[in-house]
């Protein structure tokens, strides 16, 4: 076991995997960045924010492919290489421009197994950040996995913790369905104790991170931590809280959330994706389905304004979900 960053344990598991797998290969931009043939001392930069730095130096050209900027040419050849036998890690850098790349992922790699009757697997995994909290403006903050989470046959992953990151980003490599790993930049530098050797999460799996007997608070990612500290400002006050981190959108582990909400009856959904149409949606509209009669209060969303999200640090202070706004609709379901 070892203290390391959100950053090192992902890189940790690709480097893992690679050295198991002769097949997973590393695509994407500035994989070999920095490094020239006429400057051999110079390491790769391992991506834009190096999360990947040293895997260049270790598994060489053939299993480390820098690419242009082109986002299309990235997943167009992550989906072919996963098609014929392979099992690439390819990064998006930013999330934001999943667009570009949108009929490689949607109308190709997801539907790969369904349209072969099941003969055809597409083991490729996708990897980008999202989140906002660094006045980086409304092309480089977003979060769209409540996209990805609305396509059939692509798996959503949405890691909180360095010890998540690690054992799902080694379960999405080992998987044979497509999967978007979403890494929330804000989270790059958080450290947290991490097992040495290699180790799976399961995907669909939830995890709850507080227990409690008042509220179920669900949160994904960065905001996972929100909600942590609302739940402990509200023990304080005899309000305990279950929070549920889902850890996977696509799939979801349905029955956390249900048996979580049958014991509290009261719910705060918290996320950063989409005022409409998002992930909060989803989960608010499977309690309603299927947990309506456990409920004791109307379910609170604690979301972002339906805007891009703002340059602006003050306004993008403003934007943001967090703990004092988790907490506020908390006290509102308990009537305090």
Same mark, same amino acid.
């Given at each position: 076991?070892?203290?390391?960053?959100?950053?090192?344990?992902?890189?940790?598991?690709?480097?893992?995997?690679?050295?198991?797998?002769?097949?997973?290969?590393?695509?994407?931009?500035?994989?070999?960045?920095?490094?020239?043939?006429?400057?051999?001392?110079?390491e790769a930069l391992g991506g834009v924010l190096g999360v990947t730095k040293g895997l260049w130096t270790e598994f060489g050209s053939?299993?480390?492919?820098?690419?242009?900027?082109?986002?299309?040419?990235?997943?167009?050849?992550? !989906?072919?290489?996963?098609?014929?036998?392979?099992?690439?890690?390819?990064?998006?850098?930013?999330?934001?421009?999943?667009?570009?790349?949108?009929?490689?992922?949607?109308?190709?790699?997801?539907?790969?197994?369904?349209?072969?009757?099941?003969? !055809?697997?597409?083991?490729?995994?996708?990897?980008?950040?999202?989140?906002?909290?660094?006045?980086?403006?409304?092309?480089?903050?977003?979060?769209?996995?409540?996209?990805?989470?609305?396509?059939?046959?692509?798996?959503?992953?949405?890691?909180?913790?360095?010890?998540?990151?690690?054992?799902?980003?080694?379960?999405?490599?080992?998987?044979?369905?497509?999967?978007?790993?979403?890494?929330?930049?804000?989270?790059?530098?958080?450290?947290?104790?991490?097992?040495?050797?290699?180790?799976?999460?399961?995907?669909?799996?939830?995890?709850?991170?507080?227990?409690?007997?008042?509220?179920?608070?669900?949160?994904?990612?960065?905001?996972?931590?929100?909600?942590?500290?609302?739940?402990?400002?509200?023990?304080?006050?005899?309000?305990?809280?279950?929070?549920?981190?889902?850890?996977?959108?696509?799939?979801?582990?349905?029955?956390?959330i249900l048996e979580s909400v049958a014991a509290t009856g009261r719910v705060v959904i918290v996320d950063e994706s989409a005022a409409?149409?998002?992930?909060?949606?989803?989960?608010?509209?499977?309690?309603?389905?299927?947990?309506?009669?456990?409920?004791?209060?109307?379910?609170?969303?604690?979301?972002?304004?339906?805007?891009?999200?703002?340059?602006?640090?003050?306004?993008?202070?403003?934007?943001?979900?967090?703990?004092?706004?988790?907490?506020?609709?908390?006290?509102?379901?308990?009537? !305090?």
């Amino acid at each position: 076991m070892s203290t390391k960053s959100y950053r090192e344990a992902i890189k940790d598991a690709i480097a893992q995997e690679m050295r198991l797998d002769d097949t997973v290969v590393v695509i994407g931009e500035d994989q070999r960045g920095g490094h020239g043939g006429h400057q051999p001392e110079v390491e790769a930069l391992g991506g834009v924010l190096g999360v990947t730095k040293g895997l260049w130096t270790e598994f060489g050209s053939e299993r480390v492919i820098d690419t242009p900027i082109t986002e299309s040419a990235i997943i167009g050849m992550a !989906a072919g290489a996963a098609a014929t036998g392979l099992r690439p890690v390819a990064e998006l850098m930013f999330m934001d421009f999943f667009g570009v790349a949108f009929d490689g992922i949607y109308n190709q790699a997801a539907k790969f197994r369904y349209m072969f009757g099941g003969k !055809a697997k597409a083991p490729l995994v996708v990897r980008g950040m999202v989140g906002a909290g660094f006045s980086a403006a409304g092309q480089h903050s977003q979060s769209p996995y409540h996209i990805f989470a609305s396509v059939p046959g692509l798996k959503v992953v949405c890691p909180s913790t360095p010890y998540d990151a690690k054992g799902l980003l080694i379960a999405s490599i080992r998987d044979d369905d497509p999967v978007m790993f979403c890494e929330n930049k804000i989270l790059y530098d958080m450290k947290g104790e991490v097992p040495d050797e290699a180790y799976a999460i399961p995907l669909g799996v939830a995890n709850y991170t507080r227990e409690g007997e008042d509220v179920t608070i669900i949160a994904l990612g960065s905001l996972v931590h929100q909600a942590n500290a609302a739940a402990d400002r509200l023990a304080k006050d005899g309000i305990t809280c279950d929070v549920i981190d889902p850890r996977t959108i696509s799939p979801l582990d349905e029955t956390a959330i249900l048996e979580s909400v049958a014991a509290t009856g009261r719910v705060v959904i918290v996320d950063e994706s989409a005022a409409r149409c998002g992930f909060a949606h989803d989960v608010a509209a499977l309690i309603a389905s299927k947990g309506f009669d456990y409920l004791r209060a109307p379910i609170e969303l604690v979301l972002p304004p339906h805007t891009p999200v703002p340059f602006s640090p003050a306004l993008e202070k403003l934007w943001l979900p967090d703990a004092a706004k988790i907490e506020a609709a908390a006290r509102k379901l308990m009537g !305090a």
